[in-house]
């Protein structure tokens, strides 16, 4: 690959955190964790997929961070999280990192807005069951992602639905060999494979830089998961208030997914499907992942409150700003 992991200027390019740290999940591995926006605001927590990185939610984080807290951590062998053993690489430890990532870095008691997109969403789901899940998730989104039959279901070739489709779509997502450098033929597959036919090249750069950054051999193990992912039991667990959002054009999980999901959730609090979106949607579509997320906060974090005491604060401030200026006048 040419150049970093991720594009460096605009709005894409990652902010830099407040504060890093790393969180150490049940079997030893450790965890890039950032937080991004002031302590005590509202909280996020943001779950990245397969081949992506926290940069993935570079608009997000921007955008939330004036008046959140945002949580992003690196999935193992993702990012900055190191690879460990990939035998190890399992729904499991899905569960466990996302479990020790809110231990780290929300108090006792303290509830956050939980958002995963892909794998990230396929965590959340398979953290539903666990105790700090149950302490800390206020709410979640689910974004571009299906709980089992990946492989089945995906149409990045266009070939009839069947079992040659299915075999020959496990061997191209499970290919042990590097994906290489950023090339104009290398945007184009992604772009095909994973975005709107309409993606703007700014959001297909800033996608492959971060998809061709994965390591291979972490993409491959990663990928064996996914393939066998059945989480149906697990989505029945999960209990708390949650958003469902997927692109029309979605060739890795197709709406159907997303469809599937708002259907089968205990507490499904919308479907939002997207015209012209394929699966990279926090890039394709960044207001609207952004806009899904403060939905959430705001009905279940009380977040409406605390804008409103904050604009009551200001108005007392130029109040009292306007006062002493006529008083130093006089």
Not at 261 to 278: I, S
Request: proline share 7%.
């Amino acid at each position: 690959m040419s150049g970093p992991a991720h594009v460096t200027a605009g709005r894409y390019a990652p902010p830099a955190p407040a504060r890093t740290l790393t969180a150490v999940s049940a079997d030893g591995a450790r965890l890039h964790v950032e937080v991004h926006g002031a302590e005590g605001a509202p909280a996020v927590v943001l779950s990245h997929g397969w081949t992506c990185s926290t940069a993935f939610w570079a608009a997000q984080i921007r955008e939330l961070a004036r008046d959140h807290r945002v949580v992003a951590y690196d999935q193992r062998g993702h990012g900055r999280s190191p690879a460990g053993i990939p035998r190890a690489y399992s729904t499991t430890a899905l569960a466990d990192d996302l479990a020790a990532v809110l231990k780290a870095t929300l108090a006792p008691g303290e509830r956050a807005v939980v958002a995963g997109h892909s794998m990230g969403g396929m965590t959340v789901m398979a953290a539903a069951g666990r105790p700090e899940f149950a302490e800390h998730a206020a709410a979640a989104l689910l974004c571009s992602t299906g709980s089992s039959g990946l492989v089945e279901r995906a149409t990045v070739l266009p070939l009839r639905a069947g079992r040659a489709r299915t075999r020959m779509t496990r061997a191209v997502l499970g290919a042990r060999a590097p994906l290489g450098p950023v090339t104009p033929a290398a945007r184009a597959v992604l772009r095909y494979a994973t975005m709107g036919p309409g993606s703007a090249p700014d959001r297909v750069e800033a996608c492959a830089r971060i998809v061709h950054g994965c390591p291979a051999p972490v993409r491959h193990a990663w990928s064996r998961v996914l393939a066998g992912l059945d989480l149906d039991a697990e989505l029945g667990r999960l209990t708390v208030p949650t958003a469902v959002l997927g692109g029309r054009d979605d060739r890795l999980t197709p709406l159907a997914h997303a469809r599937g999901l708002a259907a089968a959730l205990p507490h499904c609090v919308g479907l939002t499907e997207l015209t012209g979106m394929g699966h990279m949607t926090p890039v394709e579509a960044p207001e609207a992942v952004t806009h899904a997320i403060r939905e959430l906060t705001s009905r279940y974090l009380g977040t409406d409150e605390v804008d409103k005491a904050t604009k009551v604060t200001h108005a007392d401030n130029a109040d009292d700003a306007e006062k002493d200026q006529k008083e130093k006048t006089a």
